[in-house]
T-cell receptor, first 113, second 114 residues
Framework: AQSVSQHNHHVILSEAASLELGCNYS??????LFWYVQYPGQHLQLLLKYFSGDPLVKGIKGFEAEFIKSKFSFNLRKPSVQWSDTAEYFC???????????FGTGTSLTVIP | ETGVTQSPTHLIKTRGQQVTLRCSSQSGHNTVSWYQQALGQGPQFIFQ???????GRGNFPPRFSGLQFPNYSSELNVNALELDDSALYLCASSPPGAFRDGYTFGSGTRLTVV
């Protein structure tokens, strides 16, 4: 069965620290990859997505993610976090053979001012 | 853009009862997907509706059913509620032919089964 693993469940950083959240998936075929963010009290929002081409994709608010096909990974990065980045982050995979998105269990990020 | 709206926002039901959750998709979006998010978990795909027909289903029993209407709004119905059905139910919509581009999510309906 397809699965998405987010190894960091809770991350606490100080402002200006660098961020990297891990995401690995188990599906071997062609996939679309996503990162969603859920700010406190808000709905899930798309942060960035990868379909094909340049494996380094840039999203909103200074976030980027790198797709490494050989490692089945799609890690999220930000060079310098802000207090406003405090949120829950979800990695998601959509295999091209089906309609569903598979989500990881999420990483809770707390940024301390 | 009005976004995706879901109703009600919170609901408490008794085990064995039936529940209907409602979703209005974002303007211009004709594909609606439903997800269940249990506490501490990521969203899990229930099913997708396109042109008023089910267009893909996850690993959920038949007591989870849905409808899509001509205006693209949708309902999720759950019969014979169980305690484990307590979760946040998310509706997500996407434009024609573009659901792989990513969803627009609603804020969800928090269902508690007691």
């Amino acid at each position: 069965a397809q699965s998405v693993s987010q190894h960091n469940h809770h991350v606490i950083l100080s402002e200006a620290a660098s961020l990297e959240l891990g995401c690995n998936y188990s599906y071997g075929g062609t996939v679309n990859l996503f990162w969603y963010v859920q700010y406190p009290g808000q709905h899930l929002q798309l942060l960035l997505k990868y379909f094909s081409g340049d494996p380094l994709v840039k999203g909103i608010k200074g976030f980027e993610a790198e797709f490494i096909k050989s490692k089945f990974s799609f890690n999220l990065r930000k060079p310098s976090v802000q207090w406003s980045d405090t949120a829950e982050y979800f990695c998601a995979v959509n295999p091209h053979t089906g309609n569903q998105f598979y989500f990881g269990t999420g990483t809770s990020l707390t940024v301390i001012p | 853009e009005t976004g995706v709206t879901q109703s009600p926002t919170h609901l408490i039901k008794t085990r064995g009862q039936q529940v209907t959750l409602r979703c209005s998709s974002q303007s211009g979006h004709n594909t609606v997907s439903w997800y269940q998010q249990a506490l501490g978990q990521g969203p899990q795909f229930i099913f997708q509706y396109y042109r008023e027909e089910e267009n893909g289903r996850g690993n959920f029993p038949p007591r989870f059913s849905g409808l899509q209407f001509p205006n693209y709004s949708s309902e999720l119905n759950v019969n014979a509620l169980e305690l484990d059905d307590s979760a946040l139910y998310l509706c997500a919509s996407s434009p024609p032919g573009a659901f792989r581009d990513g969803y627009t999510f609603g804020s969800g309906t928090r269902l508690t089964v007691v």
